[in-house]
């Protein structure tokens, strides 16, 4: 009897720390789409870039009172950074309270930020429906999951995006704001809530959650940018791609794809050659001619200003 009762015990234990993991990988996560919700937590306030004495500094939220800090010589990613190794550090708030009084808040914009588009492009979106796009369009915005309308070939792109916030998730995680410029559905610039990320992988003070060629920036799971520049999220972002879409005699493909990519203004790919689709993209034919989508992933990643210059 007494055997028995230790067995049920047990299996009463082992039970609920199973149901316990459940719940906590089913909890609802906090997400915040927008400056008013978000200024409710005061973490937020914290959160972002600064810079003092010659060098920039990003600190990320981490929920649970904790932040993961990068100090980088020289100035932030784009604007000084000389490329010297990154100092990564996880701090409680009060140790983040002590090192904010010493350094200037500053609030990157980026240069192509409200870029008009220019004579003979296709405006996609400009605020609301479209013929040229189908998708969610709410509050004057395009939220992920939609797609152009028209196919086209070669191609100068320009975009505006915002990442929600979710502190709750750690950093990396695929949960954390995932979206993607999918071209013709083959070759992914991906979206992500990476800022506060060092791409040397083994050099952060946390362990990472996914490959850093998932992360923002990243032609997803193909290769990393030149420059880490991911801003916080709510900041409203920039990708401007200019496109070479692969050549075909007949069935054959004659030359890859190619792609030259600028986020928030700084050159990320420099004419980059795809000698295939990435990710999941791969999987698919390549065409000479496609639509973009604006990846969903569950998360409301939002996107405005859309316009595309096709070139003949």
Not at 111 to 126: N, R, S, Y
Request: proline residues 6%.
């Amino acid at each position: 009897m007494q055997i028995l009762k230790r067995l049920l015990f047990l299996f009463f234990w082992l039970n609920s720390i199973v149901w316990a993991g459940y719940c906590a990988e089913n909890v609802e996560v906090p997400t915040y789409i927008d400056l008013r919700s978000a200024s409710e937590r005061p973490e937020f306030a914290i959160q972002g870039e600064y810079e003092a004495d010659g060098k920039g500094v990003q600190i990320a939220d981490l929920g649970r009172g904790e932040f993961h800090v990068l100090t980088y010589s020289g100035g932030l990613p784009g604007a000084g950074w000389n490329g010297d190794a990154i100092m990564a550090e996880k701090l409680k708030r009060v140790q983040v309270d002590k090192l904010v009084k010493g350094l200037k808040r500053v609030e990157r914009r980026s240069p192509t930020l409200g870029k008009k588009a220019p004579e003979g492009a296709m405006v996609i979106f400009d605020g609301k429906p479209s013929d040229l796009v189908k998708g969610q369009v709410e509050g004057g915005l395009l939220w992920a999951g939609g797609s152009t309308t028209l196919p086209t070939g070669d191609f100068e792109l320009h975009l505006e995006f915002r990442v929600p916030y979710k502190p709750a998730r750690p950093l990396s995680n695929q949960d954390r704001g995932n979206s993607g410029i999918y071209i013709f559905g083959n070759y992914e610039v991906q979206i992500l809530d990476t800022f506060g990320l060092d791409f040397d992988t083994d050099n952060n003070a946390l362990k990472v959650g996914s490959l850093n060629s998932q992360w923002c920036g990243s032609f997803y799971k193909f290769i990393t940018p030149d420059v880490p520049m991911a801003f916080p999220p709510l900041q409203w972002q920039t990708y401007d791609i200019a496109f070479t879409a692969p050549r075909f005699e007949g069935d054959k493909k004659v030359k890859n794809a190619r792609a030259t990519v600028r986020h928030n203004g700084v050159l990320i790919h420099d004419d980059l050659e795809l000698p295939g689709g990435t990710g999941n993209g791969a999987k698919r034919p390549e065409a000479p001619q496609g639509n973009i989508l604006f990846q969903g992933h569950g998360n409301p990643v939002a996107f405005r200003n859309v316009w595309l210059l096709e070139k003949r």
